[in-house]
């Protein structure tokens, strides 16, 4: 899903084997969706009064990692930066992109902070923290709903008596929720306090066309420059704003060390709200969220630093399965013997179970630019298995030296390896016939 800038400061697939003449040397699921109330219920639910009251969530940590009431937050004031609401004339989307949470769990109300994340399909996905949609003792989130305009729902709610538009122009409800594995086991661990939202209908045109959406990176929070944002409620903040806090990153202290600092005051009701970077080719990057802050040092926010447990989740809350994508080798193939052609296979997010996939060289044909089988490589065939919660693997291809000077074809001689059989939960790539493309170098 793509729309425009806004952010500032299966079949059988095969690869085929060149020899260039001349050249220089799961489950499918995370954790299984936790119910949440169906759709119409949850946005019945919200009445102007309820949505007045929901209580902003904000999780305060002691140097052991146990939970404190944010009355405790000690106020030193040091390293504090204060956050400031988001400039109306920064960029036209930003307001729809960010946007606040609506949720129930154990029987009362609550708000968070959450953003529209780039989802790779049709689907509308959520990014936001993970105590915003679990918890271990109450378990899923309830009545969940994203707000855009909380203006208006603080006038009409959801739904009732005074509402003169559609109630889905101001409150979009969940269709399924998808915390990190990490978050839904047993205990609170703040480094995969991240969740996705799934909504039931697809992303408005009103809201997204021409918008750029961000899109998630992994290991990219910690030592560089991020702009955090959301709607704080707590403190000196009344909720009414967007709120903005830019910066540079760095480990969190002492055993924190493996989340992600930023200077920002933000309160209670910002949790989940993004952190975002500017990618080297314009696009902006969702590298953390409003995770938590610590009793004895104020004045800064705390996140997740995302890894393949969060790109799982995504992949889950868009619907999409993994594609497996067979890339291909270059090798110099040598005077003798033979040389290892790595052939790349690649998967487009990671899976929580390992994947499988059949594979067999192609023995080429009687034609001379072609390779051949006995001849040019060593003829196999197996199955590769890309582990759970990586993104590649290689298929080894056994390439025979020789000292034949071989006829150019694209630069050179090829073959091919054709993979079938994807294991549950994947497909299989097939837009170059199912074939993965191994070049092999002639240095003759």
Same mark, same amino acid.
């Given at each position: 899903?793509?729309?425009?800038?806004?952010?500032?400061?299966?079949?059988?697939?095969?690869?085929?084997?060149?020899?260039?003449?001349?050249?220089?040397?799961?489950?499918?699921?995370?954790?299984?969706?936790?119910?949440?109330?169906?759709?119409?219920?949850?946005?019945?639910?919200?009445?102007?009064?309820?949505?007045?009251?929901?209580?902003?969530?904000?999780?305060?940590?002691?140097?052991?990692?146990?939970?404190?009431?944010?009355?405790?937050?000690?106020?030193?004031?040091?390293?504090?930066?204060?956050?400031?609401?988001?400039?109306?004339?920064?960029?036209?989307?930003?307001?729809?992109?960010?946007?606040?949470?609506?949720?129930?769990?154990?029987?009362?109300?609550?708000?968070?902070?959450?953003?529209?994340?780039?989802?790779?399909?049709?689907?509308?996905?959520? /990014?936001?923290?993970?105590?915003?949609?679990?918890?271990?003792?109450?378990?899923?989130?309830?009545?969940?709903?994203?707000?855009?305009?909380?203006?208006?729902?603080?006038?009409?709610?959801?739904?009732?008596?005074?509402?003169?538009?559609?109630?889905?122009?101001?409150?979009?409800?969940?269709?399924?929720?998808?915390?990190?594995?990490?978050?839904?086991?047993?205990?609170?661990?703040?480094?995969?306090?991240?969740?996705?939202?799934?909504?039931?209908?697809?992303?408005?045109?009103?809201?997204?066309?021409?918008?750029?959406?961000?899109?998630?990176?992994?290991?990219?929070?910690?030592?560089?420059?991020?702009?955090?944002?959301?709607?704080?409620?707590?403190?000196?903040?009344?909720?009414?704003?967007?709120?903005?806090?830019?910066?540079?990153?760095?480990?969190?202290?002492?055993?924190?060390?493996?989340?992600?600092?930023?200077?920002?005051?933000?309160?209670?009701?910002?949790?989940?709200?993004?952190?975002?970077?500017?990618?080297?080719?314009?696009?902006?990057?969702?590298?953390?969220?409003?995770?938590?802050?610590?009793?004895?040092?104020?004045?800064?926010?705390?996140?997740?630093?995302?890894?393949?447990?969060?790109?799982?989740?995504?992949?889950?809350?868009?619907?999409?399965?993994?594609?497996?994508?067979?890339?291909?080798?270059?090798?110099?193939?040598?005077?003798?013997?033979?040389?290892?052609?790595?052939?790349?296979?690649?998967?487009?997010?990671?899976?929580?179970?390992? /994947?499988?996939?059949?594979?067999?060289?192609?023995?080429?044909?009687?034609?001379?630019?072609?390779?051949?089988?006995?001849?040019?490589?060593?003829?196999?065939?197996?199955?590769?298995?890309?582990?759970?919660?990586?993104?590649?693997?290689?298929?080894?291809?056994?390439?025979?030296?020789?000292?034949?000077?071989?006829?150019?074809?694209?630069?050179?001689?090829?073959?091919?390896?054709?993979?079938?059989?994807?294991?549950?939960?994947?497909?299989?790539?097939?837009?170059?016939?199912?074939?993965?493309?191994?070049?092999?170098?002639?240095?003759?």
């Amino acid at each position: 899903m793509r729309a425009r800038g806004w952010f500032r400061s299966g079949g059988v697939a095969v690869v085929a084997l060149v020899l260039v003449a001349g050249l220089p040397a799961g489950p499918s699921t995370a954790v299984a969706a936790p119910p949440t109330t169906p759709p119409g219920q949850a946005i019945g639910y919200w009445t102007a009064e309820r949505a007045a009251n929901a209580r902003p969530v904000e999780i305060v940590l002691d140097d052991r990692g146990r939970r404190v009431p944010p009355t405790l937050r000690s106020h030193d004031g040091s390293g504090t930066t204060t956050g400031s609401p988001w400039p109306d004339d920064a960029a036209e989307a930003i307001d729809d992109i960010v946007g606040r949470l609506l949720f129930t769990l154990g029987g009362s109300d609550y708000v968070c902070s959450a953003s529209t994340v780039e989802s790779g399909g049709a689907a509308w996905v959520l /990014l936001t923290a993970g105590h915003c949609v679990w918890d271990d003792a109450y378990g899923a989130a309830q009545n969940l709903v994203f707000v855009p305009d909380f203006e208006d729902v603080l006038a009409f709610g959801c739904t009732g008596p005074g509402r003169v538009t559609n109630a889905s122009a101001s409150c979009f409800a969940a269709a399924s929720l998808h915390p990190a594995a990490g978050w839904t086991a047993p205990g609170d661990d703040y480094d995969h306090d991240v969740a996705f939202v799934r909504m039931d209908v697809g992303p408005p045109a009103y809201l997204y066309d021409g918008v750029d959406l961000p899109q998630l990176a992994i290991g990219s929070a910690i030592d560089t420059d991020a702009t955090a944002l959301g709607y704080p409620a707590a403190q000196k903040y009344d909720g009414t704003d967007l709120i903005h806090c830019a910066g540079s990153t760095s480990a969190g202290p002492g055993s924190y060390s493996t989340v992600a600092a930023l200077p920002c005051d933000m309160t209670g009701g910002s949790s989940g709200g993004p952190w975002y970077v500017e990618g080297s080719d314009g696009t902006h990057l969702a590298v953390s969220l409003n995770s938590f802050g610590l009793r004895n040092l104020s004045g800064f926010m705390f996140g997740p630093v995302f890894d393949t447990q969060a790109l799982v989740a995504l992949g889950d809350a868009a619907g999409a399965p993994p594609v497996i994508r067979p890339r291909g080798a270059v090798v110099l193939e040598g005077d003798s013997g033979t040389t290892v052609a790595e052939v790349l296979v690649e998967l487009t997010r990671p899976a929580p179970v390992d /994947l499988t996939v059949d594979w067999v060289t192609i023995e080429g044909t009687d034609n001379p630019k072609v390779a051949r089988a006995g001849e040019d490589f060593v003829g196999d065939a197996g199955t590769l298995t890309i582990p759970a919660g990586a993104t590649s693997a290689t298929v080894p291809i056994q390439v025979i030296g020789d000292t034949v000077a071989e006829p150019p074809l694209l630069w050179g001689e090829w073959g091919l390896v054709a993979f079938s059989s994807p294991s549950v939960g994947a497909v299989l790539d097939t837009s170059f016939y199912g074939l993965a493309l191994r070049v092999i170098i002639d240095d003759d």
